[in-house]
């Protein structure tokens, strides 16, 4: 079986994890200046654990947002870096979709906080393949555009986001807050994109922020 090595660095609680299928090994990662100090000595640790070099693995992989600009770029340059270096392939999943392996309905509604009044969120199948886009937007638009039937949302934090369901039509919806590190996830669904031959050329990963960056939006509105 394939060996993955995967990253989240996509907000303040990060993490990094080693798949190969049957072990997973997962290690937390809490630092509020950022990760690009500590993340390589993090993976050494990792893979000394499990018995690893990294020149054994297979497949790389990265939680490539949306979330924080900063830490989507850290993650995702880092895994670019390592995979570029030992000539593998990578595999980039969004956190919406990695939020999506949590749960066990057949249509999961994956929502994110993304400031400023808004949400990032997305409608997924018990495969973790996209029934309604990746979106951003302010949440009661945004549960006005799913569509009838059973839905579980899934968050890291649905607290700010529970009477709204409760209130409208979803009303009794499972609520599942995954606790915990995201970067196990990623490497599930990496190694499985792995396996269907659908990793592909670190150069052709990329970020998927949803939204433009702040320098973006000011520089269109100048």
Not at 116 to 135: C, K, M, S, T, W
Not at 147 to 173: S, V, W
Request: aromatic content about 8%; charged content about 20%; glycine content about 10%.
């Amino acid at each position: 079986m394939a060996r993955i090595l995967a990253f989240d660095t996509t907000a303040e609680l990060g993490s990094i994890a080693y798949f190969d299928g049957l072990e997973l090994a997962e290690l937390a990662m809490h630092s509020p200046e950022g990760f690009g100090h500590i993340l390589f000595d993090r993976v050494a640790a990792l893979l000394d654990r499990v018995g690893v070099a990294v020149g054994d693995i297979d497949c790389f992989a990265s939680a490539n947002g949306p979330g924080s600009f900063t830490g989507v770029r850290i993650g995702l340059t880092a895994a670019k870096g390592l995979a570029e270096a030992s000539g593998r392939p990578m595999v980039a999943v969004s956190n919406l979709r990695a939020l999506a392996s949590f749960g066990s309905a057949a249509l999961r509604a994956t929502v994110l906080d993304a400031r400023r009044g808004e949400i990032y969120g997305a409608l997924y199948g018990a495969d973790l393949e996209a029934v309604q886009p990746e979106l951003v937007m302010k949440f009661p638009a945004w549960i006005d555009s799913l569509p009838e039937g059973d839905i579980e949302f899934i968050g890291a934090n649905l607290a700010p986001f529970a009477p709204a369901i409760e209130a409208g039509r979803f009303r009794g919806a499972r609520l599942t807050q995954p606790s915990g590190t995201l970067a196990g996830a990623v490497a599930r669904i990496a190694l499985a994109e792995f396996a269907a031959g659908r990793a592909v050329d670190p150069a052709a990963a990329d970020a998927n922020y949803v939204r433009r960056s702040d320098a973006e939006l000011f520089w269109k509105e100048a």
